[in-house]
T-cell receptor, first 114, second 113 residues
Framework: KAGVTQTPRYLIKTRGQQVTLSCSPI?????VSWYQQTPGQGLQFLFE???????NKGNFPGRFSGRQFSNSRSEMNVSTLELGDSALYLC?????????????FGDGTRLSIL | GQQLNQSPQSMFIQEGEDVSMNCTSS?????WLWYKQDPGEGPVLLIA?????ELTSNGRLTAQFGITRKDSFLNISASIPSDVGIYFC?????????????FGTGTRLQVTL
């Protein structure tokens, strides 16, 4: 079955702009999590959505937000972009986010801020 | 943000050799996962561990959930060129949901012929 799909794969923005990234989970998966990957900080958890509700949140500023739709697809939004937001943003899905339901990742969106 | 201590950071090995890497945490986890990431791609799940002391294999890969629940080990036997990549451990503490993963710093594996 199809894996996690993230669009777009690459994005270039300038400081101050905002951006929206999209994630389609594996069919039947209802939990979607977002991670930021940078060379300095590694992979860091942003937030998790389940049944259209944010269920878990990492330590990122309020400029980072997300939402989930009734078909489990999720979007992540970053407002007022800063140079430090340049990163690979990864989306992962699991059936319900519960123990025993490991997360499967998409190939990410590489965001570059100029 | 928090990252788990993973070692070694990188390793060069010859094809056919066995590889060991480990991951340690100051916190107790009730789930340990091992992923491999190739350039330009997302992490791919290799092995999932759910019980202290558990030993699980996936082909040439074997991983163990440490008895203290603060560490995990991954072994690769008879390495081949396609084993090249970055290996990440990840742990989860939540009993309700396991969605918030804390990742290790990664082990970069390079295999020479």
């Amino acid at each position: 079955k199809a894996g996690v799909t993230q669009t777009p794969r690459y994005l270039i923005k300038t400081r101050g702009q905002q951006v929206t990234l999209s994630c389609s989970p594996i069919s039947g998966h209802r939990s979607v999590s977002w991670y930021q990957q940078t060379p300095g900080q590694g992979l860091q958890f942003l937030f998790e959505y389940f049944s259209e509700t944010q269920r878990n949140k990492g330590n990122f500023p309020g400029r980072f937000s997300g939402r989930q739709f009734s078909n489990s697809r999720s979007e992540m939004n970053v407002s007022t972009l800063e140079l430090g937001d340049s990163a690979l943003y990864l989306c992962a899905s699991s059936y319900d986010g519960g123990r025993g339901q490991p997360q499967h990742f998409g190939d990410g969106t590489r965001l570059s801020i100029l | 943000g928090q990252q788990l201590n993973q070692s070694p950071q990188s390793m060069f090995i010859q094809e056919g050799e066995d590889v060991s890497m480990n991951c340690t945490s100051s916190s107790i986890f009730n789930t340990w996962l091992w992923y491999k990431q190739d350039p330009g791609e997302g992490p791919v799940l290799l092995i999932a561990l759910y019980k202290a002391g558990e030993l699980t294999s996936n082909g040439r890969l074997t991983a163990q959930f440490g008895i203290t629940r603060k560490d995990s080990f991954l072994n690769i036997s008879a390495s081949i060129p396609s084993d090249v990549g970055i290996y990440f451990c990840a742990g989860s503490v939540n009993t309700g949901t396991a969605s918030k993963l804390t990742f290790g710093t990664g082990t970069r594996l390079q295999v020479t012929l």
